[in-house]
Structures are given as structure tokens and as C-alpha cells.
């Protein structure tokens, strides 16, 4: 199965076979178009991917020691994601497909995620996904290809969307989260006092937007990022974003071991995947939450769980027999759980 990706702002293309063997993971990153407008620019992307993407298949082709005629089928993320990139992604897969007469596959790139961890490992149905990225915060029980019940997701900013957008306050660059996790190594954790949002509220949504601003606003009376002490900023926001994700975690175990009872005391699990999982600060705290809870804690290896085609490609193995999808049109908007009750609040994410 080869998998393209292109929903946000890495064009990647990744060969799976039937038996999880990994033939090629290519990824183009973007981070350096980007870096200069401190994120990304949406019509700056979709050019990028279209430059690229050619190359980045002929890559993962060659890096698998395959042609074109090899293939046996093509998945492309068909949403949820910046359109101008899906489009280029999912056009470029129906034209291989088309053109090769083979099966073209529309994966939501959520379940691309979603999925990733049995593309890892040996993982079995149901388990609670944490997804924390740039684009994504979501708690998720996952009982199959196209089962998801969603309990929670962010009301407003994701979680690695306030640690880029912080760092560019604080004049540390981007991506934001590996800066703010590096400069916050000297800095106290406890030395600002930031909000902690919706920490304690019944359900396991989560919301970002408050903490960034507190955290202008912190910056702002401090002097502004030339004087004020932006280590010990960037160690309190980590800790603030730390605790929202840990409580907000907590919460969606104890709903999970409810619906999901396990057997012989068999241990419940717990994935994490996305960028911010990355942070090791965010990851101590929820591994020792998950021991406190008595949950398994897995996390896919780094290069499948931030974005990557393989799992793309993987999503379409998952569903191998879903009817062909040429007619598919890209969505920027297609939640995994359509009978999710949306959270209390403005400009819902997916
Ligand atoms: O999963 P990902 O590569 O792409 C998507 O957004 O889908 O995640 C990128 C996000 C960025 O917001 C980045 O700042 C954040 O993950 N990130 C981190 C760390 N490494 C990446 N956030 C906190 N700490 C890190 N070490
Ligand atoms: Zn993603």
C-alpha cells in the first residue's frame, strides 16, 4: 500500500506491506518554509506539497526497491486538514490510481493516528488514545477501524498549537514545543503562576486559549521577551500544559475502564501519539498517571507518531475491503466520532 500525506505541513509518502514491513517512510518537512512566519502559512503549504510531492513517492519507491506497477494500492489523508495540501495529496493518489487501475483509499488522517499504534506494536482493540499535536488534542476510546467514541477534544487551540504559539511570543522559534522543552530545562516550573483550565471540570475536554494568553499577559508585565525571564515562563507553561493534559487524561481512564472492563485483572491501555508526546515532562506525568490508574502505557515510536504516511498507508490496510472511494471529496472537517457532543464553546476542533 503506498500512503501519502499532506494535510498539514509535511509532504510524505511511505510504502506498508500487508504484514506491517515498513518498506519506505519519506517525509519532506516544511519546518524551514515556515519558521519565518512562526507557523503555517496554509497557501504557503499547498504550493510546498505540490513542488514535492512527486520526488517524495519516487523516493519511498525507490527507497523500497519497487515500481509503480508493484503497488497494490494508494491511500491518501482526505481530511480533517489545511485543504489547499489535502487536495494536492488526494489528487495526485486518484490520478495513481486511476491510472494504474488499482484501489484508491480517503483516509481521515485522525484514524490515520489512531491506528498507528498497531502498525507499532502488537496492539488489540479497545484501547484509549491520547492525541496530542500541533492540529490535535482529543481523548479517544478506539474499539475499530471507524469505532471511536470521542470524549474529549480541545474547545479551542490544540495543545502543541499553544506551545508554538507561546514560543513565538517569547521570540523562541518554531516549531515552539522542543524550544520551550529545552530553554524550560533551566528555568522553575513553579516560578509564574498560570491558569490551569477546565483542570477539575467534570468530562474530559480541554482548552489552551486561556493559558496563552495568561501567558502574554505574564510576558507583557515582566518587561516583554528581552528582559523578562523566559525560562522560568517556558517551565511554568510546560507544567500548566503538563497538568491540563494529565487531569483531563485521568478523567477519560476512569471513563474508559468503566466502558471497557477489562478480564483477569488484565491491565486497561493507554496510547499516546502526536508531536507533544515527544516532551518528556508531559510524558513523566502521564506515565505515572497511567501507574496510578493501573493503566498500560504505549507510545509509538517517534517518526510514527508525529504526522507520516506510513500510518496513512496502515489505515487503508486496516480496511481493505471498503468499497473504492475515487469519488471521495477531500474534507477540511471529519471528526472520527460523528455522534460526538460537541464541548461548551467556540470554534470546535475535529
Ligand atoms: O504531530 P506533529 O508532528 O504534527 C501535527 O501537528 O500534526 O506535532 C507537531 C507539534 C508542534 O506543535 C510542536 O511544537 C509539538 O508538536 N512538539 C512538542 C515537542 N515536539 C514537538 N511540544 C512539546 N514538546 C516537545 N518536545
Ligand atoms: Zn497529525
Not at 3 to 14: L, N, P, V
Not at 29 to 53: D, F, N, Y
Request: aromatic share 6%; proline share 7%.
Amino acid at each position: 500500500m503506498l500512503g501519502i500525506e499532506s494535510s498539514c505541513d509535511e509532504t510524505a509518502a511511505a510504502i506498508v506491506d500487508y504484514d506491517k514491513a515498513i518498506r519506505a517512510n519519506e517525509i519532506a518537512s516544511q519546518i524551514q518554509i515556515h519558521a519565518k512566519h512562526g507557523g503555517v502559512v496554509p497557501e504557503v503549504a499547498a504550493r510546498a506539497h505540490l513542488e514535492v510531492i512527486d520526488q517524495v513517492i519516487f523516493n519511498a519507491l525507490a527507497k523500497a526497491d519497487l515500481k509503480i506497477a508493484d503497488i497494490d494500492g494508494v491511500a491518501a489523508t482526505a481530511g480533517p486538514g489545511l485543504i489547499g495540501g489535502v487536495a494536492v495529496g488526494t489528487v495526485t493518489a486518484k490520478a495513481i490510481a486511476a491510472a494504474r487501475q488499482i484501489p484508491y483509499y480517503a483516509v481521515n488522517h485522525l484514524e490515520g493516528h489512531a491506528l498507528s499504534p498497531r502498525l507499532a506494536n502488537d496492539v488489540s482493540f479497545p484501547y484509549l488514545l491520547l492525541l496530542v499535536s500541533g492540529g490535535h488534542t482529543q481523548l479517544l476510546a478506539v474499539e475499530g477501524p471507524g469505532s471511536y467514541q470521542r470524549y474529549g477534544t480541545t474547545m479551542d487551540d490544540a495543545a502543541g498549537e499553544a506551545f508554538d504559539k507561546c514560543a513565538k511570543a517569547m521570540g523562541l522559534g518554531f516549531p515552539g514545543g522542543p524550544a520551550i522543552e529545552q530553554v524550560a530545562k533551566s528555568g522553575d516550573p513553579e516560578a509564574i503562576a498560570l491558569p490551569r483550565p477546565l483542570k477539575g471540570a467534570p468530562g474530559c475536554h480541554f482548552s489552551f486559549s486561556g493559558l496563552k494568553t495568561a501567558l502574554a499577559n505574564k510576558l507583557l508585565k515582566l518587561g516583554g521577551p528581552n528582559v523578562a525571564p523566559v525560562a522560568d515562563l517556558a517551565a511554568s507553561l510546560q507544567a500548566a500544559i503538563a497538568d491540563c493534559l494529565a487531569d483531563r487524561t485521568k478523567q477519560a481512564m476512569a471513563r474508559f475502564r468503566f466502558e471497557f472492563p477489562t478480564l483477569n485483572g488484565e491491565k486497561p491501555l493507554l496510547v499516546i501519539a502526536g508531536g507533544v508526546a515527544a516532551n518528556q515532562y508531559i510524558f513523566s506525568q502521564l506515565y505515572h498517571n497511567a501507574n496510578v490508574a493501573g493503566f498500560q502505557l504505549s507510545v509509538p515510536p517517534a517518526i510514527l507518531c508525529t504526522d507520516n504516511a506510513a500510518m496513512i498507508a496502515w489505515a487503508a490496510l486496516e480496511r481493505l475491503e471498503a468499497p473504492d472511494m475515487l469519488n471521495f471529496a477531500p474534507r477540511p472537517r471529519w471528526p472520527l466520532d460523528p455522534n460526538a457532543k460537541p464541548p461548551p464553546g467556540r470554534g470546535v476542533r475535529q
